[in-house]
């Protein structure tokens, strides 16, 4: 089974503080993805990955970065974290552009 | 742009009730559609998809049909049970390109024994 693992189910953190969110899968898929989820928005993309040191944003990448070293890993980066980024996280990854995308659990992220 | 509009929740129904979710889309071109289930606690799973226009998609009694002349991905189960109570969401994709997914908002559905 393809697993997508997320590296906390909750976190809380401090208005201005760096956040670092790390996701991991382990079908070495080329495309990985990070997406929040708020009620009433759905799922929005942030910030993808086609491959290992690449990176495009997505619709909504203000205030947040990425990084990708290595081709299991994908961190997504709050370099000063705001209260209206309180928020559901999601990560995915998918094998390329014709292939389903698997998710990982989320993280909860509140930011006080 | 692409979008996703489907219908707000919560959709609330007895347990073996017949349910539909309605999903309609804007796109250029002919995109896959999908739809994708999150239960609670949980992260979004593939549920069903379909390709091309008049496609059906079906999973663990849920199916969807391609309707490209109303523009419309609509999910629907003739029974539905307690267990299929999570948010549902319709998503979209170009066939070209990267294919990035677009969202619909989700639509909550509980089921009541």
């Known amino acids: 089974d393809v697993k997508v693992t997320q590296s906390s189910r909750y976190l809380v953190k401090r208005t201005g503080e760096k956040v670092f969110l790390e996701c991991v899968q382990d079908?070495?898929?080329?495309?990985m993805f990070w997406y929040r989820q708020d009620p009433g928005l759905g799922l929005r993309l942030i910030y993808f990955s086609y491959d290992v040191k690449m990176k495009e944003k997505g619709d909504i990448p203000e205030g947040y970065s990425v990084s990708r070293e290595k081709k299991e890993r994908f961190s997504l980066i709050l370099e000063s974290a705001s209260t209206n980024q309180t928020s559901m996280y999601l990560c995915?990854?998918?094998?390329?552009?014709?292939?389903?995308?698997?998710f990982g659990p989320g993280t909860r992220l509140t930011v006080t | 742009g692409d979008s996703v509009t489907q219908m707000e929740g919560p959709v609330t129904l007895s347990e073996e009730a017949f349910l539909t979710i309605n999903c309609t889309y804007t796109a250029t071109g002919y995109p896959s559609l999908f739809w994708y289930v999150q239960y609670p606690g949980e992260g979004l799973q593939l549920l069903l998809k379909?390709?091309?226009?008049?496609d059906k998609g079906s999973n663990k009694g849920f199916e969807a049909t391609y309707r490209k002349e109303t523009t419309s991905f609509h999910l629907e189960k003739g029974s539905v049970q307690v267990s299929d109570s999570a948010v549902y969401f319709c998503a979209l994709s170009s066939n070209t390109g990267f294919q990035k997914l677009v969202f619909g908002t989700g639509t909550r559905l509980l089921v009541s024994p």
């Open positions: 079908m070495d898929h080329e495309n």
């Open positions: 379909a390709t091309k226009a008049d």
């Open positions: 995915a990854s998918r094998g390329g552009p014709r292939y389903e995308q698997y």
